[in-house]
């Protein structure tokens, strides 16, 4: 079962998962958070992460005196989850419900209608 | 194993001896030492009571026999509660001096061979004493750690940690000055009654909401970091361990309470010093808060928390208050006392001896003291406030009772001015006015109570907190009666003095005018300051109203006649008469008087200043039987002066005390005479002072004067 995040940690997540290497350091996270506009402490920057740690979305490996930081959860694995907690919330666990709300509701645009019409088609072929 | 059981009895029994020491030597110079001494100072000691060291001191065993006696003697042993024991006690060995392991001597059990059952029995008991002791010094141990396990479990279960990077931000800044490199966690567990830190090496701090004033919250962390900081969760169960070894000694339980609160006291004062005198009311404040609604666990066990109990509040409260650095003289006399207390932790030593083994081991004090005064959950504060209101009150605390009125509901607030107003104590009645609802009805109620009664020190108070508008109305309304002191005040809080100096002065000249119309109508003239009776200079010219409440009086040396008016019923002057001899020896006897006795003391009191609060000592005087005090002090500023004698080292029990209120329009003045003597009063060497204790007082002037009597 994959926890919940908080925004903070969230965007933490964010730039680990957006991290071509595969494993992060402590200042790339901490530029990451400045560039984003949202520096914070060095300190509220450790707890946060040794919570990340406890909810098991990272590991910490000490390589000498610094931690490299590693995704145990994906960025999919994480939005697969949050949707189908969102869509048991929200529709009752119905994916036609959200499909349809979202092309009902004018949340696509043209494009990215014709885009998820592809990706159907795709995927009934691939099944 | 009997032999250990004695070298760990010695070690209580020395222990105590230390504790004893220790917490008479608090009891002399409480606030005068650091806390942060008073509360490292008894590592020492605990120290003492875990480590069998000083098995050297052999080479003192003179000193030793000496101290051996003094235990046997002082130590206030419970005596023999066992009746298994009591069959032995009479064989137990005489003091032994300072050999250590002697177990011949020593162990009663080896004397005893006769084969009565009953003794077998005892000496079966006597020699697995130590049994008994570990048993229960263990089942003590896990009893402690289970509850903090509980507690731990209890605090974990509702934890949520902060998400507010803000928050995070500011702990990890105040972590950083507090010089904390370890990342502190922070969590919410509406559970928790106060703020409390947990966990030995992962640090979390708890709060009992988010919903926190920053400054409230910086104090918060800063109070529980310094915890964290000086480890105090180990020296807390350090302790601990310290109580459940030595569970038959009083004095060690005695001791613990005294850490936890001197805990405490050192953590404040440590917070105090980093924040700065200044923010010590602030910081009362946030404590006062936080214990608004102690106690749904019993959770001052293991874990630090912010505020302990209610009645160690108070006291923190205060000590808070008092907080000042210490002097360097202080911090010299803290070093010696601890070399003295190490030496003497040291210089007791271990040594089994006779008094030390005949400590019983059944003192039934097993309940472990830990959980003492948690007060039940409830709707309480208020009325928690009300009676620490009646505590700071009597106490004559005027800061602490200014925070605690706001915490007040209005009807206690209410029937606190009652309170005040009647017994006439202003300058509590001033603060509290200032924390009132700016509509509260009270408002209007006392000034009209205070108008009605004229007690126009009280309704200026009042005034203070009034609009424009209001203070318009009742000034209209003082206008309309003529009432001169309230038009004073009221012109004086809407800024226009000026229209009342207008008035005053011209009301003064109608005065004035008219008083010289009256002595014209009896044949005295006026020219200037010089009076004229049938075209004669005056000399002393006296005018007493009969109430006797004002009077003029005007001397000129080059005059020839003495006269005064003499008034009717109605008080009008009726006519002038020439003054008898007598009157005029009277008259002037009493304004010299005093002058013409050798043995009086006169005592100058001159300041330019005299500051809001302060006392100022005047020096020692010896006060005998029937001698005559006479103050006659005036100050310029401030609106009460206290003149008064009381002895060194207790201030607050005033003798021959005048505390006097200005009246408006009038110089705040001490003047009365008092006379030594029993009942009432003790002779004795005591102190002057002299005391601004609402607004400082300016250009004080005038003198004390103490008449001997049996010179006279």
């Known amino acids: 079962m994959v926890q919940q995040l908080s925004d903070a940690e969230l965007e933490i997540m964010k730039i680990v998962w957006g991290n071509s290497e595969e494993v992060s350091l402590f200042p790339y996270i901490m530029n990451g958070l400045a560039e984003k506009g949202k520096p914070c402490q060095k300190n509220t920057l450790i707890v946060l992460l040794s919570r990340l740690i406890d909810k098991g979305f990272l590991s910490a490996k000490k390589v000498g005196r610094r931690n490299e930081y590693t995704t145990l959860i994906s960025e999919m694995e994480y939005q697969t989850a949050q949707t189908k907690k969102f869509m048991d919330k929200i529709y009752e666990g119905s994916v036609k419900g959200l499909v349809s709300n979202l092309i009902f509701g004018d949340l696509l645009a043209d494009e990215e209608y014709e885009e998820l019409k592809r990706l159907l088609e795709k995927g009934k072929g691939q099944q | 194993m009997n032999a250990v059981l004695k070298t760990f009895l ?28 008073q509360y490292y100072i008894w590592l020492v000691v605990v120290l ?77 008991f006597i020699d697995h004493i130590w049994l008994a002791w570990l048993i229960v010094a263990l089942g003590l141990l896990i009893r402690k750690i289970t509850i903090y396990q509980g507690f731990i479990r209890y605090i974990n279960a509702g934890l949520t940690p902060v998400f507010d990077i803000g928050l995070l931000d500011r702990l990890s800044i105040a972590a950083k000055q507090s010089g904390i490199k370890k990342p502190i966690e922070l969590c919410i567990n509406p559970l928790v009654s106060s703020p409390l830190l947990i966990g030995f090496f992962h640090p979390c701090i708890v709060l009992p909401g988010a ?27 350090l302790v601990q361990i310290t109580v459940c070894l030595h569970w038959f000694n009083p004095f060690v ?46 959770e001052n066990l293991g874990a630090v928390t912010l505020s302990e109990n209610k009645q160690l509040l108070k006291e923190r409260l205060c000590a808070i208050m008092k907080f000042k650095k210490k002097s360097t003289a202080i911090r010299f006399l803290t070093g010696v006392l601890t070399l003295c207390v190490i030496l003497g932790a040291a210089f007791v030593g271990v040594y089994p001896t006779a008094a030390a083994a005949n400590q019983p081991s059944g003192k039934h004090s097993v309940s472990g003291g830990q959980n003492s005064t948690q007060v039940g959950t409830g709707e309480k504060s208020s009325k928690d406030y009300s009676s620490l209101a009646e505590q700071y ?51 209007t109620d006392f000034a009209e109570k205070a108008y009605a009664d004229d007690e126009t020190a009280f309704f200026s108070a009042l005034t203070d907190c009034m609009d424009e508008a209001e203070l318009e109305l009742w000034l209209d309304r003082a206008l309309e009666d003529g009432n001169w002191a309230f038009q004073s005040i009221l012109f004086g809080k809407l800024n226009r003095s000026e229209e009342f100096d207008e008035m005053e002065e011209k009301q003064e ?88 006795k050798t043995d009086v003391e006169t005592i100058p009191v001159i300041f330019d200043t005299v500051a809001a609060g302060e006392t100022i000592s005047l020096g020692e005087y010896t006060l005998s039987d029937g001698d005559e005090i006479s103050y006659n002090i005036s100050a310029e500023t401030g609106n009460r002066m206290k003149v008064f004698f009381a002895k060194d080292g207790q201030e607050d029990v005033a003798y021959w ?56």
């Not at chain 2, 106490?395 to 200014?402: D, H, I, N």
């Not at chain 2, 005040?420 to 408002?443: E, I, K, P, Q």
């Open chain 2, 10 to 37: 010695s070690m209580s029994v020395s222990g105590g001896l230390l504790i004893l020491t220790l917490l008479l030597v608090k009891r002399f110079l409480k606030d005068k030492i650091s806390r942060q001494w």
């Open chain 2, 48 to 124: 003492r009571l875990l480590l069998p060291f000083g098995s050297e001191v052999n080479l003192l065993g003179k000193t030793y026999q000496a101290v051996d006696q003094t235990i046997s003697q002082a130590a206030p042993l419970p005596q023999q509660q066992q009746p298994p024991r009591n069959a032995t006690g009479g064989n137990l060995a005489p003091a032994v001096g300072a050999e250590r392991y002697n177990e011949t001597v020593n162990n009663p059990a080896d004397d005893v061979t006769t084969a009565s059952p009953l003794q077998d029995i005892g000496t079966l």
């Open chain 2, 211 to 237: 919903d926190i004033p920053e400054k409230d919250f910086r104090y918060i962390i800063l109070h529980e970091l310094t915890h964290y900081k000086r480890r105090d969760m180990f020296y807390k169960w």
């Open chain 2, 253 to 298: 339980h005695l001791m613990s309470r005294e850490i936890t609160k001197a805990c405490e006291f050192s953590c404040d004062e440590a917070v105090l010093a980093k924040i700065g005198n200044g923010n010590a009311q602030d910081y009362g404040k946030t404590l006062l808060d936080a214990m608004a609604a102690v106690g749904k666990y019993k």
């Open chain 2, 393 to 443: 009150y009597d106490a004559g605390s005027l800061p602490l009772f200014e925070i605690t009125f706001p915490r007040l509901d209005e009807n206690a607030q209410k029937k606190w001015l009652e309170k005040l107003y009647a017994d006439g104590d202003f300058a509590f009645f001033s603060v509290s006015v200032r924390w009132l609802d700016t509509n509260s009805a009270l408002f």
């Open chain 2, 509 to 596: 000249k109608e005065w004035a005018e008219a008083q010289a119309a009256e002595y014209r109508a009896v044949g005295v003239t006026t020219d200037g300051k010089d009076y004229y009776y049938q075209g004669r200079l005056v000399n002393i010219f006296l005018d007493i109203r009969p109430n006797k409440s004002f009077y003029t009086l005007n001397i000129n040396p080059k005059g020839t006649v003495n006269i005064k008016t003499v008034r009717d019923a109605e008080n009008k002057i009726a006519g002038v008469s020439y003054m008898t001899e007598a009157e005029v020896t009277e008259l002037l006897g009493d304004m010299d008087g005093s002058d013409d």
């Open chain 2, 657 to 712: 005390s005048v505390n006097n209120l200005r009246q408006p329009g009038k110089s705040l003045e001490c003047i009365a005479d008092f006379t030594v003597g029993i009942p009432a009063t003790k002779p004795g060497i005591y102190k002057l002072y002299i005391q601004a204790p609402d607004g400082a007082l300016r250009n004080v002037k005038g003198s004390v004067l103490i008449a001997s009597a049996d010179a006279s």
